[in-house]
């Protein structure tokens, strides 16, 4: 996909959502470092309605600390495999205490430090509590990138590479969000809505699908 193309597209992207966010609630970079930990293998809905209760009670490390494992268990047994992210929260908790004053470091190799965190999720934090112009690549990300044609690639670290190499600096820092919401609503897995799709004439998708008869 040439260049030109690709900027018509998050233009196109930019015009319906000026300013994307994250699905996942938060009010600080700690809680949004938690709440993007809980979400592996999650929804952003079942960690939010944990998060709800959570975060009133435990919203920094020293809080999450003192509710220890088994008291956070109690408020997030909703979401699955809550034992392994449990563990990973408190010595996380434990860890931003001990080494970094409490504070989630703007760093990406101290947040890869921390157990549970790995580069995508380093990535989310890096870009939507500190700005940074990273990209996230998840499933939908992933999806989206190779089926449109932006950004194909074998796996997540080569789809991120080739998106840092190929999105427009302007558009960098809410790509990745405008990528997730349109491969989460629009350009789903299973069959993608290319009828209501708003870059679909820039997409070099071939199998375009219809709107289902009434």
Not at 109 to 134: C, D, I, S, W, Y
């Amino acid at each position: 996909m040439n260049a030109k193309k690709i900027h018509a597209i998050f233009e196109t992207l930019r015009e319906i959502n000026p300013a994307p966010v994250t699905e996942l609630e938060y009010s600080s970079p700690f809680e949004l470092l938690i709440a993007v930990l809980l979400s592996a293998q999650a929804t952003d809905v079942g960690v939010n309605k944990a998060t709800r209760k959570l975060f009133p009670v435990a919203h920094s490390p020293q809080q999450m600390l003192a509710l220890g494992e088994a008291g956070l268990i109690d408020y997030i047994k909703t979401i699955g495999l809550y034992k392994t992210k449990a563990k990973h929260v408190i010595e996380t908790c434990r860890i931003l205490v001990e080494r970094h004053g409490g504070k989630v470091p703007p760093d990406r190799e101290a947040l890869e430090a921390l157990p549970g965190v790995g580069r995508k999720t380093a990535n989310v934090v890096l870009n939507t509590a500190f700005g940074q112009p990273t990209i996230a690549v998840d499933t939908h990300i992933f999806r989206v990138s190779n089926r449109t044609g932006i950004a194909p690639g074998k796996n997540v670290d080569a789809v991120e590479q080739k998106l840092l190499k190929v999105v427009p600096a302007e558009f960098l820092h809410d790509a990745h969000h405008w990528l997730i919401l349109h491969g989460r609503y629009v350009c789903k897995a299973r069959k993608p809505e290319c009828w209501h799709c708003a870059i679909e004439p820039l997409c070099e998708f071939r199998e375009k699908t219809e709107a289902p008869r009434a």
